[in-house]
Structure formats: structure tokens, C-alpha cells
């Protein structure tokens, strides 16, 4: 691979809580690495995806969906997500076709109005409203903010992805392969197989359950029959909580250990055998001690 035509370079995902920034990740780097919810606030780290062609080589930074912070773990997604701006080369603002502007859009567009960074509009969920309506749309937002390019895709089916990758590696002035071309993010695997487990949570649980938990995998050992044994823990913040999740003769718990464990192996290309407890930490989202514990640290915003 030559150096001299190969560019490389830093892209951010931003957008409101549930404009799909985790679906696109996943559909570029091809592997599920960002955990996917219909409930919004799902990503709460910068999590970071490796795509990498044969002249171009593009670090794409999953943002934490900006919202208005309720307690001190909100805080720290919110300005995790706003940091992000000036560390890259390209912003991507993604937007749901099918929403309305209204003021969380208009607090982010005012901040990307503070940047230099070249930022491209993505209209993500086209497949869901109609080509007249698509345009309003693109039409409302250039009133709003002069965008590098405007590109309408369909995160989920892919719809225009491809192109969407062309125009930031376009962007890309020529350099370094930072990762290698095997490598689709730079997290731990503790931290995506703890993504894995609380996306299962999300999905199986309803009420104040989902954005009260935290997951934590305690252990991670080879046996020596090839397996992987891993000891995670489900931490919520009341007892009520403890029940919803262990369920009836302890069903959805089984049932969470179960799904993830597909996805575990998945990511692993070994058998798994995960073993899942849950414990209650009081009020752990407004404790910064907690928050440390949990990898949502001071040193990333």
C-alpha cells in the first residue's frame, strides 16, 4: 500500500438521542460495535470504529445523543459529545428525517456554528418519509447553518451509505493507517462485550430500568477446552430494580445472559459460557466515584 495516495482522518457521529448514529456505525464497520436501542441515550461513551478500504482509512467517533442533563452521568455524555468537535476532521450532524427542528436541534447546530470543522448534514430514516417532504427538510436546515455537504441515507437498509463514505474520505487529506485493517474499533473487548449485555437490558426492560443500569465485566478467562468464561455485573441503583431485571424465577435474567451470549460469541469467534449477576449501588449516576468505576471517567471530556 502506497503512502503517498492513502488518506486517513477522524469523522464524529452527533446528533439528538435516537437520530441513529449507532445504526450507521454498525453498517459501515459491518459489525455490530455500538449497542442499538429504540430508547434514546443509549451510548454514553465516544466510542470509536475503524473503517478501513484500500485508500482510506476513517476513525468514526460514536457520540453520546445531546440531550438536557438530569444528573451528573448526563452531564458527562453531553459534554463528552460536544468535545468531540474539535478533536476530528469531519463532523457528522445526523438528523431523523421524520422529526420536527425544534430546540435540541437548534442547540446543537448553534455549537457547530463555534467550530471550523468541515460539517456535513445526514438526513438518516429517508425510507420513512415522503421525496417531498425529504426536501422541505434539506431546504430548512440550509436556512440554518451553511453545511459542507447535505447527504440523505437510510442507516438501516444502507441506502446511500456507500456514497456518504465516499464524500468524507474525499475530505481526507493524505495519511497515515493508524489501526490495523483487520481492527474495527479501538475499545477493549471488556468494554464492548459490557455494551453487549446492557444493550440486551434496554431491549428486555421497560420503566426507569434502562438508564439506571451500568455494566461491569468482572472477569474474562480462557478455559481449557478453547471456551471463554466471563463474569459480568448488572448494577442498578434500587432494589425494585434488581427484581425487574432477575424477573420471575430469575427469566429475564436467563433470557439476557442468553441473548448476549449470541452476540458475545459473535464478537469472539469462541464459545462463551457468561455468567451475569445483578447488585444495587444507590443513586450511582450522581456519584462521581461510581461513575469512575463504571469507565465514565473525568480524563474523557
Known amino acids: 500500500m502506497s503512502n503517498n495516495t492513502f488518506k486517513s482522518g477522524f469523522a464524529a457521529l452527533i446528533g439528538r438521542p ?9 453498517h459501515i464497520i459491518g459489525e455490530k460495535i455500538a449497542i442499538m436501542s429504540d430508547k434514546p441515550q443509549t451510548t454514553r461513551n465516544k466510542i470509536q470504529g475503524v473503517y478501513t478500504s484500500n485508500t482510506a482509512q476513517v ?4 457520540t ?7 444528573h451528573k452521568l448526563g452531564d458527562f455524555m453531553v459534554r463528552s459529545a460536544i468535545q468531540s468537535l474539535e478533536e476530528v476532521d469531519i463532523v457528522l450532524f445526523l438528523v ?11 442547540f446543537i447546530v448553534n455549537k457547530l456554528k463555534e467550530t471550523s470543522t468541515p460539517v456535513f448534514l445526514v438526513i ?22 451553511e453545511f459542507a455537504e447535505i447527504i440523505p441515507v437510510s442507516a438501516l437498509n444502507g441506502n446511500n451509505v456507500s456514497t456518504l463514505l465516499e464524500q468524507v474520505t474525499g475530505y481526507l ?5 493508524y489501526y490495523p485493517e483487520d481492527q474495527i474499533t479501538d475499545h477493549p473487548e471488556r468494554f464492548v462485550i459490557s455494551e453487549l449485555v446492557r444493550e440486551k437490558v434496554l431491549h428486555l426492560t421497560t420503566q426507569e430500568v434502562p438508564h439506571s443500569i451500568a455494566v461491569s465485566v468482572e472477569q474474562m ?11 459480568c455485573v448488572i448494577v442498578v441503583e434500587r432494589s425494585s430494580q434488581k427484581g425487574i431485571i432477575i424477573g420471575k424465577q430469575g427469566r ?3 433470557e439476557i445472559g442468553q441473548r448476549a451470549r449470541e452476540d458475545i460469541q459473535n464478537l469472539l469467534g469462541s464459545n462463551v459460557f457468561l455468567d451475569v449477576w445483578v447488585k444495587v449501588q444507590k443513586d450511582w449516576r450522581n456519584s462521581q466515584r461510581q461513575l469512575n468505576e463504571h469507565g465514565y471517567t473525568e480524563e474523557d471530556y
Open 64 to 70: 453520546p445523543g445531546i440531550h438536557k442533563p438530569k
Open 59 to 62: 476513525v468514526f467517533i460514536d
Open 18 to 26: 435516537n437520530a441513529g448514529k449507532s445504526t450507521l456505525l454498525n
Open 173 to 177: 487529506e493524505e495519511g497515515p493507517q
Open 252 to 254: 429475564m435474567l436467563k
Open 96 to 106: 431523523d428525517a421524520s422529526e420536527k427542528y425544534g430546540p435540541g436541534e437548534e
Open 221 to 231: 478467562k480462557e478455559r481449557e477446552n478453547g471456551a471463554v468464561y466471563i463474569g
Open 124 to 145: 438518516n430514516k429517508v425510507d420513512q418519509v415522503h421525496p417531498d417532504a425529504l426536501l422541505e427538510k434539506i431546504e430548512e436546515y440550509r436556512k440554518r447553518h
